[in-house]
């Protein structure tokens, strides 16, 4: 081999180090489009809390939230609320009223029920209600669960021009306007659980939230309410970890060997180039993990033969 192979071999070996070096991509996603991705969320396995896991997905730069009864386009996260707002395209609003169950609704797996739920500021509208629908049974006369939520109800929803376009007038809850259930009926996540419009009976549903009640009518009732499901969520445990470690630059996440091997996961700091079990600032074993991909480690070995031969 000459000087000149040689030092053309060195020089390929120290420019790919360099490239592990230079590579500053976070170990996580931060943003889908115009939505930043954060703990305890995650886009790509072993990222956010493991509670949360295939709960997002990032499509054609549009954040999908998906769960038991369906899948909603997020259109905002709030951290600092610690809540998601949803849209559901199948959904009533005050503009067009949907029916034949097209909706969602919100159901979500019992694994999920403790730390993800609507506010209770988010009112839903269940529409076309048939009378044998769980919501009226053991509720006669004027005792049904209907009921305003945080100042939004269905009486103000009656008003919206969604309804000129229904072949029959809305039926009111009372006696005063006949028998059988209301055509709206108002009620909150917490009572019933979970809205499943095929368990419940219903040909279609408005989700409506707003965090200024007290402004409500002065918006105009329905019109000026917020079409959406507006989720809450928690995070069990990890707040510590996760401080120190974002406190690093670092990224918290879950060792995913761990998390498919025996079921239960091992917390990680997601650095620069390596993982660790506390923080960035620790001490690592090696300087940077350098990876290369298929394409780069084929070239480095083609480079390699045709510079010794």
Request: glycine share 10%; net charge negative.
């Amino acid at each position: 081999m000459t000087i000149a192979t040689l030092s053309l071999v060195v020089a390929l070996i120290s420019s790919l180090a360099c490239y592990g070096h230079a590579n500053p991509t976070h170990p996580c996603r931060s943003y889908c489009g115009n939505i930043t991705i954060d703990y305890p969320f995650g886009l790509q396995s072993g990222c956010g809390h493991p509670g949360f896991k295939d709960l997002l997905f990032c499509i054609n730069d549009v954040l999908m939230f998906h769960i038991s009864s369906g899948s909603y386009r997020v259109l905002d996260v709030d951290y600092a609320y610690q809540s998601l707002t949803l849209h559901d395209p199948h959904m009533s609003t005050c503009d067009s009223i949907v029916l034949g169950r097209r909706g969602n609704g919100f159901v979500v797996h019992e694994s999920f029920a403790p730390y993800l739920n609507p506010t209770p500021d988010n009112v839903f509208m269940l529409i076309g209600c048939s009378a044998q629908s769980p919501l009226f049974q053991g509720f006669p006369g004027k005792h049904y669960p209907c009921q305003n939520v945080s100042g939004m109800g269905c009486e103000e929803y009656y008003g919206c021009p969604a309804w000129d376009d229904m072949d029959i007038a809305p039926r009111r809850i009372g006696s005063t306007y006949g028998p059988g259930p209301p055509e709206c009926c108002a009620i909150a996540f917490e009572a019933i659980k979970a809205v499943n419009l095929s368990k419940l009976g219903c040909e279609g549903y408005s989700s409506a939230y707003n965090l200024a009640p007290l402004r409500l009518e002065a918006e105009g009732g329905a019109f000026g309410w917020s079409y959406g499901i507006r989720v809450k969520y928690s995070v069990q445990g990890q707040d510590v970890f996760c401080k120190a470690c974002e406190a690093t630059g670092g990224s918290c996440g879950y060792n995913v060997v761990d998390d498919k091997s025996s079921g239960s996961t091992n917390s990680l700091c997601m650095c620069v180039g390596w993982n660790s079990t506390s923080n960035c600032d620790s001490v690592r074993s090696t300087s940077y993990s350098l990876t290369w991909s298929p394409i780069e480690a084929l070239a480095f070995v083609i480079l390699l033969i045709s510079a010794l031969y």
